[in-house]
């Protein structure tokens, strides 16, 4: 069976049941159960299981898993740590496919982690040899769009994604899919909070992710696996057909400590997981925003074809402040072509300017927004330049929507990948919350046209820096491949 | 003459003279005399200089810098380059003591740099032997929050602060102005744009800020100096006295080229310029951002006395998260001592929390936002804590409120420095701009309160860890002085 079909029924169940559903509104069994039928999960396969209640949320319940009278796919556990093995044993009598365990304090646990140890691996004992797989504990459980599946605290925007989350952590999918909406435009496709991974781990879901058809990007937030070896196999292979973003949790000593007390992870070496990363082409990131950053890239440039950038915009210090944070990411700045540059100086006046890379039109661009069309039409032409980077305050007013219009004009007529940085317009007067507001407007009006767009040059930069680098890594394997293709001559 | 005595009538000056002075509302000339009437200068030694009008804002003007009939401390030329030389002969025949030269197109010319080199040259020798000096050219000048001096762009916040900031970019003066107000509470006392820097370059405003009792910590930004062992012997004296924290403009390769046609800077090699920020114990920085997280630090908290610290908030994921920021900026987050471990596992409950350090009170401190005073109380009394950090969600309603009387009435108590991390409250839910302002809104209230407060742990470790460094280079310093007045015995 493949690791499509096996995992299909936890991502698209037909079949869900909810163990400690009840209509108590302060009950995580509750919450569930609200959640799922919010997705707009089939009310006639969602099954409350709950011994003492007829009906919850006007569902018909059960009184255990075992008396539903379809095969169940889906077994969300919300019920508390001492009748987790009864429960986890009728869902093995059932034949459920997963059980999906919320309940947490196992070897996460800071005061008896031999006692949740222990606990764990006698569950591991009571599926054994079974049809039911293990998602958690200690995990919120699934969310998938088309799936109609999501879990509490989580929030559900209306709009379908190609990005796919696999976490160890459940707050991290619950901020995660907020910010990600807000700042970056990004939605998903399927999360899953997997928590301990006692069972199914990382490597499953990714591997699951690597086959299933919806996910185009894949985002990982890991903070330790039980097989190494496996994990690293299943990376290789991700990468080689899908960008796989990982985030690794508890990279630094006392961080790996704090693994521990979370997930029970031993997190191990910084060392050897970087060098598995790097060997597998995975683009490791550091926290949220920068995982954001790079798969926004992904989704919303086609791959520059090298590192080098063009640098526009309006401000002397600012253009050598852009410089520096374009190249520290990585990406090159170079000197425009001599035809280039002389064409340049035709546009914009020699006072208080620069042209020779990063072009700073200083106020003269304030003065005239849309000579920026004519700029990037220029340095689009630059046979040295791979992508190109504009730099700019979000306005106020009239020139907002100038400078909106005219850098949609030009974006659809550039080539080259085009990538922006917008700041708020600080002027002589006090910045206001409400002013903020006005600026993240913008921000948004920018992400809607499909403009990939970011506060600072050092997060664009960066982020572009490690999908050019996630590229010449694919590069690099096919010329490898190709290579193996050609008959050794004997000697 | 001390450098006090010496720069006095720059930053405070009896009297000022704006060449190019016009009723014109679209000339810099104009908004020069706007912006220092508007920080309240005496109009009765304001003098406007321009041959063709009798009066320019209904002050009397002058055709000539030598007709003012007071001696004159500070003249701002806004005016075209071709009558530049003539304007500064006209200075040093009146004896005029600094001629604030806005007007660019000098040696940072892209086009015909050694123009601009020449006409720098003979600028100085106009003033070689006299008594007047030159501010710039390409620099915005002077603001002066009691010499009642400001310029055009600048926001002029109605507090005085204890900062004063050196800049060789207008840009970014205009910008920290209001972006240090608005995100940092962060005032100056003092800032100067002194762009080409020719004749007094950045040592000459690092030397005075040193003797300026006004000054507590110094801001630089600096593309490239003069005269290096110059430079490096001024750092050396300030960083005895006042932090001093540089930002160093052009410190990349491509960078290093745009500050050529940013000041006509010659950025020099970032390994010499490292070298030198570390030896002189300066702070060197990356960005505006960053000069602001650690400005803000001196001023909100004593010096911690070493790099260990504590960590407290809610979410497992964010533990794990802020521990690995925490120790990757160079703090540590060691393991509380066993007594304190047993006290706290009394107030934490043991299901899904930590309190190994981090302490992740999870979804318990969220019921009972007061259990923070317990937890800080603790902590504060580990002898292996020198600083203690608190993340958190900003929180909406009547939560908001307890939250931060909680805080300040721990704060308030504490003995050891404290530091906040204050994140935007993202429910199950789809976040706004509108949401975002009145995070931000929170955020300010706590910075009037007198809170060290950042918006991600990364920056709030960065910050402290840098001021921790300076203090023990301090410390270093007074250890080796007092060794070196031990007598040495005779061999």
Redesign the interface.
Known sequence: MSKLEKLNPLFYPKTVAVVGATDNPSKHGNWYMRSIINRGFPKEHLYPINPNEGKVLEIKTYPRVQDVPEPLDHVIFAIPKKIIKQILKDCVEAKAKFAVIFT??FS?????PEEGKKLEKELLEIISGSNTQIVGP?GMGVYSFEGRLSF??????PVNGSVSFA??????V??LA??A??WFNIHFNKMVSFGNGINLEATDYLEYYIEDPKTKIINL?V?GVRNGPRFFQALKEACRFKPVIVWK???????S???????GSLAGSNRIWQTVFKQAGAIQV???EELCDVTMAFLRINPPKGFNAAILGG???????S??????AGL????FSPEIKEKL?GIVP?????????I?ASYFVYNDLSMYSKLLELVDKDPKIDIIMLHHESMWGAAKELLFETLKKSKEQLEKPFVMVLYPS?????????M???H??VL?QYLKEGFLVYP?V?RASNAIYKMVQYHKFLECHEILEKASEIPLKAA
């Open positions: 947490s304090g996460e646990s800071d005061l008896d200690n509490p605290y989580l929030y559900n925007p976490s160890q952590s459940g707050g991290h619950v901020a907020t910010i909406d807000f937030y903070e949790g508890g990279w630094t000593s006392a961080g400590r704090a693994t521990l007390s979370h997930t550091h926290d949220m401000g002397g210090g600012q253009s050598v402040v410089t520096d944070e374009c190249e520290s090159k700045v170079p000197a100086s020699d006072i208080g300017t620069g042209i020779a890379n990063p700073d600080v002027g002589p007067r006090e910045y206001t919350p409400e903020e507001a006005e993240l407007k948004k600072s050092y």
